[in-house]
């Protein structure tokens, strides 16, 4: 998701960084289809290991 920046640098955490993020695009309606982008396709688009988008998806 092109929406999506992450800033590896950050002491935040990559998954709350997602999260947040996330939760903003859902609260003004930005997201383009009804579902959220699979955990494999999401992690690969951003650079990110599997496990930080299952995290931001719980």
Not at 14 to 24: M, S
């Amino acid at each position: 998701m092109e929406n999506i920046i992450l800033n590896k640098e950050s002491d935040t955490p990559l998954y709350i960084q997602l999260y947040e993020q996330f939760k903003i695009l859902i609260e003004e309606n930005q997201l383009e289809k009804d579902k959220l982008p699979s955990i494999r396709s999401l992690a690969k688009s951003l650079g990110v290991n599997n496990v930080t988008v299952v995290s931001a998806y719980k």
